[in-house]
């Protein structure tokens, strides 16, 4: 997906997720100001009905108290459907005073209440104008409209559609780099692949040549380039094969007892030869007695292999590098320790991941193509040990592997 095209689905999100909360936030207050009508209709309508009744009874002579212009009120509210007991009062507007109300110290707020309605009671002689005023509790008001359920509700449902769309953006992102590490990889394989087979087959060549084939000496050197170069390819394919196998989580690898000195042994002398070349030494500490556990033969020695490999062709000039095991509590410990380049901290957490490669401005200066430490890894996890690493710029690395007896 290209950067453009995903600035515009960033902005179009946004302007879309704006204008859904401005079109919710207008819905929510027209749907509160139907529902305040509606509201003041009925507490209306239980009024009307609680003035005809006292209307009624004053006719009968009785007079009104604050208990039964209480418990009226009550009633009708309920009787329209709002089942709430607001504070009541009777007023006289030309005094500014009560007569009586539910509280005096509520009768601040009465005074203020929009709902008042004009009533004259019976035996008071007086020109003034009388009101019955209610006032409504505000968290009771707040309630009776349902307004928050409709302000949870549209917050909730922006804040999983926003969820959902970082959620998808991060997939995407994610596809975009494993692309481009999928292209990546096939440029650095073909390259890792041509490479050994034009040397074998230039070497072919040579050794066809008569000069060649009669001088000893350059026939061998000829022969061992061939064989380099083909443990080389199989070593390749060996990782590429079995690091897809592994990408199955169902697969087993098969424990059986090993020996890892003799297994260290092994690796190290198949590198003396291209060391000696190269001026580069491999030195041997192997400490763990017992040095027996119970592993997959073959994967460790990829692994070991693996290390080892990588800690040649990440060293300038001569490589030196140190093989060392120890018996630590329920296990043995083996190192593998260079004088290279070392990796810089913020690649030190990626390098285990699949197809990454510290990226040395050219990515064929040394070659590779990320599979190693990630196959290294699953080769780990598949004996249930662990794996660390100590690395300085410029000092070196020390690969740490601690795996169960
Ligand atoms: P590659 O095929 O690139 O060697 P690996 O998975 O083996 O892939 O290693 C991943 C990256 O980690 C390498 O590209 C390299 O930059 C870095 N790396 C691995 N081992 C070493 C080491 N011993 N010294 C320095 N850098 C290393």
Request: aromatic letters at 8%.
């Amino acid at each position: 997906m290209k950067r453009w095209f995903t600035v515009l689905v960033v902005a179009v999100f946004a302007i879309a997720a704006v204008s859904l909360v401005v079109v919710q936030f207008y819905q929510m207050r027209r749907t509160i100001s139907i529902s305040d009508n509606m509201f003041n209709v009925a507490v209306g309508n239980a009024m009307d009905e609680v003035l005809h009744q006292l209307g009624g009874e004053e006719e009968e002579g009785g007079t009104l108290t604050y208990q039964h212009l209480d418990a009226l009120v009550a009633e009708q509210l309920l009787l329209n459907g709002i089942d709430m007991h607001p504070a009541v009062g009777l007023y006289d507007g030309t005094q500014r005073s009560f007569l009586f109300s539910t509280d005096p110290s509520e009768e601040g707020e009465l005074e203020v209440s929009p709902y008042r309605y004009a009533f004259h009671p019976v035996g008071v002689v007086s020109g003034n104008q009388f009101y019955i005023i209610l006032a409504f509790s505000k968290t009771e008001l707040f309630l009776q409209r349902n307004s928050w359920v409709y302000v949870y509700m549209t917050l909730f449902l922006v804040l999983i559609i926003v969820a959902m769309f970082f959620l998808s953006m991060r997939t995407l992102s994610v596809q975009r780099k494993l692309d481009r590490m999928k292209t990546q990889f096939i440029n650095n394989m073909t390259h890792e692949i041509k490479t050994p087979l034009a040397t074998i087959s230039l070497a072919c060549e040579m050794l066809q040549d008569p000069t060649v084939s009669q001088d000893r000496e350059s026939q061998k050197n000829f022969i061992s380039i061939v064989s380099d170069e083909n443990h080389r390819l199989q070593v390749l394919v060996e990782t590429l094969l079995q690091s897809a196998k592994m990408a199955d989580k169902r697969y087993r690898i098969t424990h059986k007892e090993v020996d890892l000195n003799g297994l260290m042994e092994r690796v190290a002398s198949s590198f003396r030869l291209s060391l000696t070349k190269r001026n580069g030494t491999v030195d041997l500490q192997l400490a763990a007695n017992p040095s027996t556990l119970m592993a997959d033969e073959m994967h460790l020695t990829n692994l070991v292999f693996n290390l080892v490999d990588n800690g040649i062709k990440y060293s300038d000039g001569k490589p030196h590098i140190e093989l060392s095991t120890r018996n630590v509590d329920g296990g043995i410990e083996l190192r593998v320790q260079d004088h290279g380049m070392g990796i810089a901290k913020e690649d030190q957490k990626h390098v285990f991941e699949r197809f990454y490669r510290v990226s040395t401005g050219d990515v064929h200066d040394v070659k590779g193509f990320g599979i190693g430490l990630s196959y290294v890894a699953e080769v780990v996890r598949l004996h249930r040990g662990t794996i660390t690493l100590e690395s300085e710029l410029g000092k070196g690395t020390t690969f740490i592997v601690t795996l169960p007896r």
